[in-house]
């Protein structure tokens, strides 16, 4: 194999393929060869559909203006997700994005809101503006509160993934990528272990320097071809299916994703501007196909557009997602299911640490190491936030079907996640560690919103009368009650665009 790395093979499309594809060639330009192999006749997955928001700097990156995008893909504005029944029945809270009330130096504002001795923990919600935004159907781009110190709207999106594939591939074919139709039918390997070439079943053979498999949950090249591995987080996350179907658009057009919890797991709802995604995610141990397919339907908001589909899946990561000369992006690097919207992400982060790690004159072991070792971490500190949700929840009922929360209740959890849930319980402190992608404010939402209340809050806090924090309070509340009654609804700024 040639030591200087220029020709690049990327094995199957969707947006994970084409995100690949088109990063790559908008970065290193000319001094790449980059072919996109994708079949026709196979389906994409398609349930990321909801995203948070880092993927503003990625489609920034690539020049992409946030109206074309907007328009291209169907897409809404997301200010967070609503997680419904998780802590007790009918028990609601959000996961708002952006930052919540105003630190004081380098004390952060939830330890001035415990030692004002809230007596409802929803009431911490009451100084978010993403929060009173969404819950009002609101929406404005917005950086700052004006006339005030206050951070403004911090957004992600709802869009139509295949769409957003297509606009993509678009881009990445006028940048000189090359696209061939074609299957896969086998791989042809160098005596060292490396791909050397791939064929397809008209004949072609592909030859490569890097192979990247954006092939879903088949993995072609990384799992079939190399046998790394995988590592399953099954008795941790037991959902291990679902089912998707679209249904007609439901009024309001709301600025946030829905999570509602049901008896053996949970149903997303994701509202666009032509249609609703809706999916439910289950423990086949739990719930029968057909009970979930029935539950599914019977929860929509408007009627189906399509056959709900069914979907299986391990829970897990790659032990190895860069291998030899190949590299992992999308699900054949490992799944995590979509109650956080960081599907899209992962593919995001995977692309953006390939760009800092790419291999020039020939691949080096240090390189590859270090991208699996952040990427393991990456995948680790996702799951934990995943596993809190279920772990904390409250759900009671007489059926047999709760076994699926009375397990992840009682079930042991990773030790770096306990001890999150320990500190946070005894101080109110949160702990994130380096290039963690959730935030303080993001861990304090689910651990407050599914019913833990610090039992203590840092000293630092009383550094300010009770008259004082009162009166701070009440102003950051009515600077955000003022800011969101200026702002056009979520429809209404859409339709400016």
């Known amino acids: 194999m040639n030591n200087n790395i220029k020709d690049i093979v990327i094995v199957g499309g969707g947006t994970s393929g084409w995100m690949t594809a088109a990063m790559l060639v908008r970065l290193f330009k000319n001094q790449l060869n980059i072919t996109l192999i994708e079949s026709e006749d196979i389906g994409t997955i398609g349930v990321g559909e909801a995203t948070i928001p880092p993927l503003q700097i990625f489609n920034s990156v690539l020049g992409i203006k946030e109206s074309d995008f907007i328009k291209q893909t169907q897409a809404s504005y997301k200010l967070g997700i609503q997680f419904e029944n998780w802590g007790k029945q009918n028990d609601c809270y959000m996961h708002a994005f952006g930052d919540i009330g105003k630190d004081i130096g380098y004390t952060q504002f939830h330890h001035y809101w415990l030692k004002s001795n809230p007596q409802d923990a929803m009431s911490f919600w009451d100084y978010s503006l993403n929060y009173q935004a969404a819950k009002a159907n609101k929406f404005s781009i917005m950086n700052s509160v004006a006339g005030s110190p206050l951070a ?12 957003y594939a297509q606009m993509l591939r678009q881009y990445s074919q006028n940048l000189s990528v090359t696209r061939i139709e074609g299957l896969i039918t086998s791989a042809q390997l160098t005596p060292k272990g490396d791909i050397q070439s791939v064929s397809l079943k008209d004949g072609q053979v592909i030859q490569g320097d890097l192979f990247i498999d954006c092939s879903g949950f088949a993995a072609l090249l990384i799992e079939k071809q190399l046998n790394v591995g995988y590592e399953n987080w099954q008795h941790w996350l037991p959902c291990d299916s679902a089912y998707a179907v679209p249904s007609e658009r439901s009024e309001p057009l709301v600025p946030f994703t829905r999570s509602i919890a049901h008896n ?8 666009l501007q032509h249609r609703t995604g809706n999916g439910l995610v289950y423990s086949s141990k739990h719930m029968s196909d057909d009970e979930a397919k029935t539950l599914l339907l019977k929860n929509l908001d408007g009627k189906p557009l399509a056959e709900p589909r069914k979907i299986n899946f391990i829970t897990g990561r790659r032990e190895k997602q860069w ?3 190949c590299v992992a992006i999308g699900l054949s690097s490992g799944f995590l299911e979509p109650l956080e919207s960081t599907s899209l992400h992962l593919v995001q982060s995977a692309i953006i640490r390939l760009t800092k790690f790419f291999p020039h004159n020939g691949i080096q072991q240090a390189n590859v190491d270090e991208y699996n070792r952040q990427s393991q971490r990456e995948f680790e500190q996702i799951r934990d936030f995943i596993i809190l949700h279920y772990h904390l929840n409250q759900r009671t009922n007489s059926s047999s079907q709760t076994d699926l929360w009375q397990h992840c209740r009682d079930m042991p959890i990773p030790a770096s996640l306990q001890q999150k849930i320990d500190l946070f319980s ?6 994130r560690y380096q290039d963690e992608l959730f935030t303080e404010a993001a861990w304090i939402q689910v651990l407050l919103g599914q019913g833990i209340t610090p039992l203590d809050f840092n000293p630092l806090a009383n550094g300010i009368s009770q008259p004082d924090l009162n009166e701070f309070l009440s102003n950051v509340k009515q600077i955000i009650a003022r800011a969101v009654d200026k702002m056009p609804s979520h429809d209404e700024f859409i339709k400016r665009l």
């Open 323 to 325: 291998h030899k000369n």
């Open 264 to 271: 053996a797991g949970w149903q997303w709802r994701i509202p």
């Open 152 to 163: 403004g709207i911090t957004h992600a999106y709802h869009f139509d993934a295949t769409l």
């Open 426 to 431: 005894a101080t109110g402190t949160v702990t």
